[in-house]
């Protein structure tokens, strides 16, 4: 190989020495992730107009039933702004939601809409966000995740690929080590990773450095495995769950994350 990535991690920042001569330079992460970001996707009019119509068209009587099946008309903590964001065409939202704005923990659901068009919940992991919580005005070394409805597009890790419908690049650049805020341990923390597409360009490796907000607005922001701490602005679950999840997103399906403290999503 031309060169082999090391990932160094330390309390101020991610870093980065040395690369594959296939991969883009990365030269510092705003999370543990590269810097790779693009202007997240925003649904078309249309599709916001009808994810705003099933919203305002179901009584809220009617949202909060569950069927036999174990359904529901829509994803619970979810406002009519956020869920006006999600897509028409989307049948798999993540859903990540803080107790509030401050906390570095959070809950991590998989939701798959029916062909009816309800909701069913998946497992309820416990993962982690930034370290000073969420904000709406993410910028590079905030320490806070961003709030937002963002899609899911492309998969990676240093580990083999698990079965990803999802491209998955594996590399060897996928690695950190060192301690995390708390002396907690990083290695294999970018065993399993899923980029978010906040500030980065869909469609390539989360490796991929380009920023089309600018350098500015951060990125590198990523799904990957919990190291049992908070994060630079990533969202982690435990190993098992983002391999679980890898197996399960899928491009058909259009995800997205929908991420954020509880009383913004709720709005």
Known sequence: MAGTALLVAAAAGWYTVGQDDAKPGITAADGPGPEGVSKPDQPAPAAVRAAADRQSATPAAGRSETRPDGSLAAIPGLGAAFTAKIPAETTQVVVASGADKNTDKNTVVLWTRTPEGRWLAGETWNGHNGKNGWTADHNEGDLRSPIGVFSLTDAGGHNA???SKLPYDKDPSFV???T???GDQLAGSFDYVVAI???????????????PMGAKKGGGIWLHVDHDGP???CVSIPEDKMAQLIRTLDPAA???IVMGDATTLAA
Not at 198 to 207: A, E
């Open 231 to 233: 994060t630079h602005g």
């Open 176 to 178: 950190v080590s060192g």
């Open 197 to 211: 597409n906040y500030n980065r360009v869909p469609g390539n490796s989360p490796l991929d450095p380009r920023r």
């Open 161 to 163: 690929d698990p079965g």
């Open 254 to 256: 259009h995800p997205v």
């Open 180 to 182: 995390g805020f708390f």
